[in-house]
């Protein structure tokens, strides 16, 4: 992958600075973890992210957030975030201050709080819809995978590039029930499916990292986690295909108010995040990508984030100790 070239725009915003604003939306949901309250750990989470938000002194605007504002009274897509509207650096932002409601509520592995930021104009401004994902780590040819193509024939062209047979692939599913046609296909393959209860950010990730031993991520889930997704995808490699899924006339109408046409066009990486960009990501739960917030003696709170930018192909693992009243 060719290193995108570095945005002087986004130097003014510290890269540490985005793992600030996930850490307080990881610490405010953890407090929920077990509690059974989905809405409240969302709540908790959307009120720390828009707070650590107002304290930098960017122009930001959500571009994918939790919804329109008429569903969503905060970090709506539209809404204007920083504390430097009009005077600051323009930055699209989108983001999920938490990425597993369910599984916090029970308690569960790999939610996340997580975003990405690029200059204005370089995140896909997508309705808040389903989208058809499809996702290889790095390595390979470009344009290994296709959306147009079938599940047989995406696995069957990553083996041959790795140099193994189709039923030595491991491909990494959200285990819904609209899965199940996928799954059976898959399985019919001989491949091993590593089916996750919910967070397909960490899900589409996980092919990037070798220890994973996931080759690819396949099925539907939201399109905020693809286009999250495709942004940590931009820094670290790999090749991601998405591609909007509609259900009724209503959901056409909402794409179409934010500037998309071709409702069936099938997204490439840069397409979704292109340019220069940042993502970072804070645990909430223990999972597969990063452990969870850790509550010890005296108030004193540990969080593990991981941060990464485009420009440079930098990751930094991040370890934070929270002091109670710090």
Not at 182 to 187: F, K, N, S
Not at 210 to 226: F, H, K, S, V
Not at 311 to 325: A, F, P, Q
């Amino acid at each position: 992958m060719t290193a995108a070239p570095a945005s002087t725009l986004l130097d003014r915003v510290l890269v540490m600075e985005m793992v600030r604003v996930t850490e307080a939306a990881a610490i405010a949901a953890s407090r929920l973890i077990g509690r059974g309250d989905e809405k409240a750990a969302d709540a908790a989470a959307v009120e720390a992210m828009r707070k650590a938000f107002d304290e930098l002194q960017i122009d930001g605007t959500v571009v994918i957030g939790e919804g329109e504002r008429d569903e969503a009274p905060m970090l709506y897509i539209g809404e204007k975030v920083g504390g430097a509207q009009g005077t600051g650096p323009k930055i699209d932002i989108a983001l999920d201050p938490l990425e597993g409601t369910t599984i916090t509520a029970k308690a569960g592995p790999n939610a996340l709080a997580v975003l990405a930021c690029a200059e204005a104009g370089n995140l896909l401004n997508a309705p808040d819809v389903y989208m058809d994902k499809l996702a290889v780590g790095p390595g390979y040819p470009e344009g290994i995978i296709d959306l147009a193509k079938s599940p047989t024939e995406n696995v069957k062209a990553v083996a041959a590039a790795k140099g193994v047979e189709p039923g030595d692939i491991i491909v990494c599913v959200l285990d819904r029930p609209r899965h199940a046609d996928l799954i059976a296909e898959l399985r019919g393959l001989g491949c091993g499916v590593a089916l996750i209860p919910d967070g397909d950010v960490a899900g589409v990730i996980a092919v990037t990292n070798p220890e994973t031993t996931i080759d690819l991520y396949m099925g539907q889930g939201g399109a905020p986690e693809g286009v999250l997704a495709a942004a940590a995808l931009r820094c670290v490699g790999g090749q991601f295909n998405g591609r909007l899924v509609f259900r009724n006339e209503d959901e056409r109408s909402r794409a179409r108010k934010w500037g998309i046409e071709d409702l069936n066009k099938i997204y490439k990486l840069e397409e979704l995040a292109k340019g220069d960009c940042i993502f970072a990501a804070t645990g909430v739960t223990d999972g597969s990508l990063l452990d969870g917030v850790k509550r010890l003696k005296g108030g004193t709170m540990t969080t593990e984030s991981v941060v990464m930018r485009a420009s440079s192909g930098t990751v930094r693992w991040v370890k934070g100790e929270h002091h109670k009243g710090g």
